[in-house]
């Protein structure tokens, strides 16, 4: 019964203005009746589905209309919003009771579920990158740590079904695909993309399980290994990314469809001359990493090594002017052609230029497959080394302490002491500094706040004048008279070859040997 009135409640105050009174009891219901309170409280009744189902979809448009109209209101009054009705805490906690749902969820409510999440991606709860503060929500990175949690367990299948179901539950792709991105922004990898550690191993292989559990893909489910596909392949992910997106596609029947749609996808024309290096180098290694999780001369490597469109790829590639480019093509051409019994190498790896380190890093990864590491060989080699670590420290702890000297001072007086300087523990001062250091410091413009700066000459008079001290300037600064002559100094000899020649014109066109000026005045009455 309170259940139906919270339901009410929540139709009544978001139709209604709102008042000071209605927005503390919207925060009230927020906190008592969450979303999943709300769908024990309207699928528990005894209506038809068709009815319930509409209850709860009116429902959820008046629960995620809350934000923005308690935004309006305190904004047009310059209130503060109440903190859990804030727009991304309120997602946030909105999303923390819709993984409460899933996880008591049954498969008949799957639907209901799916409404919630598609009401949810149309309001960006979403996002396609991590949010940068906390005034955006983001329903993953809100929910992961509760699901990782969950899926650690040992009887978890019913909670990955429910999961499965609801993966497989959107009507629209364009939904599948934003929460299969969001989901991605949040997943973990390691800081390098070609570290080949046991442990960057075994937690790309830990990451890779946990989304075969959350998000399990079978090769009959065609509409599932196309979204993700798109999402692997049509948007920007870290290059790490790569490893755990291929683990997880293990399998052989999908790694074969993933080979395909990589191969369309690194053998465009317009991807190899208009991608840029990171993303090239993404592309690289999903091709490269899934090639390695075939056994050696399958056939699905030989029919890669002989397809048009992958012969004709690693053309383009090689004729490129980029070397980078060239570069992606001849190492996958090596690594294809070996994994398929040929012998084919370029030798042209050596050194650190255009991507060659880049490329012999990830050509000594492909050796072992991350979905081959051993988490007991990680647990074994931390014991080993908290073993090495104690025998060391008890190693140190019993090494006997060195006695120190016993010094005996004499009583006598020595004349020599009184004129020999006594030893002192260096200054805490710091060093003077030299003289480059000294003209670099007055070369800080930051340094010379005040400081006239003094023009440099244009016309010989001006040189002259600034040799000489005169010309109107001042001398009551005897620093700035220094500078005057430096800079005079400095351009004298750019400014008089550049001024030699100056009117010898109009003495070549004078046919009385006398400048111009002085006959102008010579002529005049």
């Given amino acids: 019964m309170a259940g139906e009135v919270a339901v009410l409640a929540y139709a009544t105050l978001v139709s209604l203005p709102i008042t000071d009174h209605s927005l503390r009891l919207l925060a009230r219901l927020s906190k008592e009746y969450p ?66 749902l899933i996880w008591a969820s049954s498969k008949e409510h799957s639907a209901s579920i799916n409404y919630l999440l598609t009401k949810l991606v149309k309001l960006g709860v979403f996002p396609p990158q991590s949010p940068n503060s906390d005034s955006q929500p983001s329903f993953f990175n809100a929910t992961l740590p509760v699901i990782r949690s969950r899926l650690s367990q040992d009887d978890t299948d019913s909670y990955s079904a429910s999961w499965s179901r609801i993966f497989r539950g959107f009507e629209s792709s364009f939904v599948l695909q934003h929460v299969l991105a969001s989901l991605f922004t949040c997943l973990k990898s390691p800081e390098s993309s070609t570290d080949g550690s046991l442990l960057a ?74 991608s840029l290096l990171s993303r090239h180098r993404y592309v690289t290694s999903i091709l490269l990493l899934t090639i390695s999780y075939f056994p050696s001369s399958s056939p699905e490597i030989i029919s890669l090594v002989l397809s048009t469109s992958f012969i004709n790829g690693i053309s383009v590639y090689i004729n490129s002017m980029d070397n980078n480019i060239r570069h992606f093509g001849m190492l996958v051409a090596e690594v294809a052609a070996q994994r398929a019994g040929r012998n084919l190498d370029f030798r042209d790896w050596d050194g650190d230029d255009s991507g060659k380190l880049w490329a012999r890093n990830l050509r000594a990864l492909l050796v072992v497959r991350d979905a081959d590491a051993d988490a007991r060989a990680l647990n074994e080699e931390d014991n080993l080394y908290n073993v090495i670590s104690s ?19 004499s009583d006598e007086y020595d004349s020599d002491n ?93 046919q009385f040997g006398i400048w111009p000026g002085r006959l102008t005045r010579q002529l005049q009455p």
């Fill in 35 to 100: 979303v999943d309170r709300l769908h024990t409280a309207i699928f528990s009744l005894n209506d038809s589905s068709a009815k319930s189902n509409q209850k709860w979809e009116d429902c959820i448009r008046n629960v995620v209309a809350v934000p923005a109209k308690v935004g309006n209101y305190c904004g047009a009054r310059k209130l503060n919003v109440p903190a859990f009705l804030e727009h991304g805490v309120y997602f946030n906690n909105l999303s923390v009771r819709c993984e409460s």
């Fill in 391 to 409: 025998g060391t420290a008890q190693a140190e702890n019993s090494e006997p302490k060195k006695k120190s000297a016993i010094t005996i001072k």
């Fill in 201 to 274: 191993r075994v937690s790309v292989k830990h990451e890779a399980f946990f989304m075969s559990r959350l998000c399990p893909i079978q090769a009959d489910d065609v509409e599932l290994c196309q979204a993700v596909s798109a999402v692997m392949l049509g948007r920007e992910w870290q290059e790490s990314l790569s490893r755990v997106f291929v683990c997880w596609w293990a399998d052989n029947k999908l790694l074969y469809l993933l080979l395909e749609n990589v191969v369309s996808l690194w053998s465009n024309p317009d991807h190899i001359k208009h």
């Fill in 418 to 510: 009184s004129i020999t300087g006594y030893d002192s523990t260096p200054s805490s001062r710091s060093n003077s500094p030299t003289p480059s250091e000294l003209e670099e410091i007055e070369k800080d413009p930051s340094l010379n706040v005040g400081q006239k700066k003094i023009p440099r000459p244009i016309y010989l008079a001006q040189l002259g004048a600034m040799l000489r001290s005169m010309g109107g300037m001042a001398k009551d600064n005897p620093s700035e008279d220094a500078d005057r002559i430096e800079v005079a100094l400095n351009h004298a000899e750019e400014l008089i070859r550049k001024k030699k020649d100056y009117g010898t014109e109009l003495g070549k066109c004078c």
